[in-house]
């Protein structure tokens, strides 16, 4: 072999190798950062919405984190407590919906209405989002403090995208959770992931879905494997109402259908919103997204 075609060939194997530094770097920055994604501060208040509201803490039970919300009592004679579960990079504030008007709905339809942010969201503590599996372990934790106050009331959870996953992991374990909504929810993260990571992370599917999915248990040590709201639901024995729209391109609405055919079809309801984007059927259908859901739980806690 010539000299020539010997630095051909090894000038080819560098600029190789160099291209696999570089995706395996960008990878792991961009993998990183999926999973620490910047606080959203909280730019909204209840009162904006004509509510009166308590301030709260909860330290997670799965490490003492601290988590912060807001208690909203409806003036009457409760029906119910109901607790929100937000989605990934946002806060209690969910403002696709926003969440504060659906809180003002359901308040004037005699619910108590808890908000609160997840680790590392709003003015919670914690530095990593792990979507859907260390908060499912702060869901809980705020749900246990509020069955604690409110002994007497039923307790249900409203969760909107990533918070809608996490409280279908937290129903099939915690029995003080009574009855689920889950607003726009994947199915399967790892599975989710694999086919819609690019939408996340800016980047294109090959080669860096594959390469960042193979990093991150090994960067943060979590496995999205074990986040999957299509297999909780197999274990979920309390009513649950899935909410979704045709016009979601974050996460399509077969998500819930798969959810839905892997669940006990006497407790588990489906409704696909026509058009409806991500976490947009309140905004789209205001008054019916209000009535379903004041309806379900209705049904629900008087079924208990």
Do not use: C
């Not at 016009?247 to 006497?266: K, L, R, T």
């Amino acid at each position: 072999m010539g000299r020539k075609r010997r630095w051909l060939l090894w000038g080819s194997v560098g600029v190789i190798v160099l291209a696999l530094l570089i995706i395996v770097g960008i990878s792991m920055y961009v993998g990183w950062q999926l999973v620490h994604p910047e606080k959203k501060p909280l730019d909204e208040w209840p009162e904006d919405y004509g509510l009166t509201f308590e301030e709260f803490e909860v330290e997670s039970l799965l490490d003492g984190i601290r988590l912060k919300g807001w208690i909203m009592e409806t003036p009457g004679p409760a029906q119910g407590v109901l607790v929100f579960a937000h989605g990934y990079s946002g806060n209690r504030l969910e403002k696709p919906l926003p969440a504060l008007a659906l809180a003002r709905d359901l308040v004037e339809s005699g619910f108590h209405v808890v908000m609160f942010d997840f680790r590392n969201s709003g003015e919670s503590e914690g530095n990593m989002t792990t979507v859907g599996l260390y908060e499912k372990d702060d869901l809980i934790s705020v749900v246990q403090s509020m069955k604690v106050r409110y002994l007497d009331l039923p307790l249900g959870v409203i969760g909107f995208s990533m918070g809608a996953a996490t409280a279908l992991q937290a129903a099939a374990e915690e029995p003080l959770i009574e009855a689920v909504v889950a607003d726009s929810p994947f199915r399967d993260l790892k599975a989710y992931l694999a086919e819609n990571l690019s939408h996340w992370s800016d980047l294109p599917d090959f080669p860096f879905t594959p390469v960042i999915l193979g990093i991150l248990p090994r960067l943060i040590g979590i496995d999205p494997a074990e986040v999957s709201p299509q297999q909780a639901i197999q274990e979920i024995e309390v009513p649950v109402l899935l909410i979704h729209g045709t016009g979601d391109e974050a996460i399509p609405h077969s998500n819930s259908e798969a959810i839905y055919a892997n669940g006990h079809p006497d407790d588990v309801l489906l409704w696909i919103a026509e058009g409806a984007g991500h976490v947009r059927t309140y905004n789209v259908y205001p008054e019916e997204y209000k009535t379903r859901v004041v309806h379900f739980f209705q049904e629900a806690f008087q079924n208990e």
